[in-house]
């Protein structure tokens, strides 16, 4: 009788582990196309002093469990200047937030391509910052997957451009239609980004080559106060804001 139930208990630890166990993954966007990334890989993202990185990074669950994942932020190397980072997940981080207040449930297989957002501005500085993201569900932070970003800053070359022109709208307080001013003519290259106050990005335009306005639909938006901007071939152009009252 005594081996039965060191045999039983035996087998309820391995079972235990195995439902604990977190099979996590990334991915990464390349050419509109996801690149797995596996649990403990890197992902390099790069820009120019004056530009910045803002990257949606693939979280997938592979395993036939439900659970709701916490995420928290380590610097394994910092800019040896001055920069800022910010991630979202269940909502929006600043710099100084290293850890999430919720967490986001995933079903079996289920991945989130739009939730994991990195944000990173080298504030016109040469240097790299390399982040290291852990996943794990309450209870279980032993049992954790991560994945790391090496962000890095490079000097601007001879003749490329330190700022993006100017962009406007009207009307604004806007309930609906609006028409966004572009300082300079579309390269092909641009789009307008519009984010919440929390830096979570809520809406992009596309700006068609040449084109000196874009004429968008925000009445899917809520009332409130976002951030609006112009971004071309990475470089952020100087953010307003935009008042949506229907």
Partial sequence: MKKTCILFTLLSL??????????????????????????????????KQNYVIDEYIR????????????????????????FTDAFCWDKCYSQYIYKSDGCLSFTPGQARDMDFHALYDPQKNVG???????FW???????????????????????????????SLSPNPCS??????LGSAGSGQGRIIISDLLGKRVLSL??????????????????????????????MGCSKKLLIRK
Avoid: R
């Fill in 14 to 47: 391995v079972i235990v582990h195995q439902v604990h166990a977190l099979d996590v993954t990334f991915g990464q966007k390349v050419n509109n196309v996801w690149q797995p990334i596996p649990n403990g890989g890197t992902i390099s993202l790069s820009c």
């Fill in 59 to 82: 979280v997938q669950n592979n395993t036939t469990l439900t659970f709701c994942l916490y995420m928290s932020k380590s610097y394994v190397q910092k800019q040896a200047t001055s």
């Fill in 128 to 134: 790299e910052t390399i982040i290291k993201y852990t």
């Fill in 137 to 167: 569900v309450n209870g279980s932070a032993g049992d954790s997957s991560f994945v790391i970003i090496h962000l890095i800053s490079q000097p601007l070359g001879i003749g490329e451009p330190e700022e993006v022109p100017a962009i």
């Fill in 176 to 181: 609906g239609k609006v028409v966004f001013a």
């Fill in 206 to 235: 596309g700006i068609p080559v040449g084109a000196t306005e874009v004429t968008a639909d925000l009445s899917s938006l809520c009332d409130g106060v976002y951030i609006y901007f112009q971004e071309t071939a990475g470089l």
